[in-house]
């Protein structure tokens, strides 16, 4: 019998297999690709997905973000405030994600494995949990990982979609 850890533990791993479909062995230029000067690359789609993950994740955990607490900004090197996600990115933020798809795998596998450190420790009755009264209604810790999982498929599958373009391309 399948637990609530194992089957969100199933989901997020899903999520990693895609990202490593679309980032692949693609080098920097083409991680930076755009269709157009308004759309988002794949590295500003890994990235993005990963620091939604790791900001909603490590808050629900009560830790710290991996971002800033192992040193993947810093790593990085990018002109961002430590705190960004990228969350209401234009084009101009977007263009400045631009990276190696060693180090958005790097930060991806050290996001996944809190995660799943994290998932590990959760029952069935730790999903009715409310984390965020923001909200009406408010936002239980199920409701926040449901959205965690869709919003980082949806990012995903955008970024194996800019893959197959780059590839038909070459």
């Known amino acids: 019998m399948a637990t609530t850890a194992d089957v969100l533990t199933d989901a997020f791993g ?3 297999e895609v990202v490593y479909g679309a980032v692949g062995e693609l080098d920097e230029a083409d991680l930076a690709y755009r269709v157009d000067p ?3 690359s794949i590295a500003w789609l890994v990235w993005h997905l990963t620091r939604v993950q790791d900001d909603h994740v490590s808050e629900v955990a009560g830790v ?3 971002w800033t607490a192992h040193g993947w900004f810093e790593r990085f090197g ?3 405030d430590p705190r960004a996600t990228g969350y209401g990115d234009g084009a101009g933020e977007v ?3 631009r990276t190696t798809g060693k180090l958005l795998t790097g930060y991806y596998d050290a996001v996944h494995e809190q995660t799943l450190r ?4 959760l ?5 009715d949990r409310v984390v965020d009264t923001r909200w009406d209604p408010p936002v239980t810790l199920g409701v926040r990982l449901v959205s965690v999982i869709d919003d980082d498929l949806q990012h995903a599958g955008q970024a194996a979609f800019l893959r197959g373009i780059i590839l038909r391309a070459k």
């Open 64 to 66: 710290d973000q991996v």
């Open 118 to 121: 994290y998932l590990a420790t």
């Open 95 to 97: 263009a400045v994600i």
């Open 38 to 40: 308004e759309a988002n």
């Open 78 to 80: 990018l002109p961002i």
């Open 14 to 16: 899903r999520i990693r």
């Open 123 to 127: 029952s069935d009755a730790d999903l």
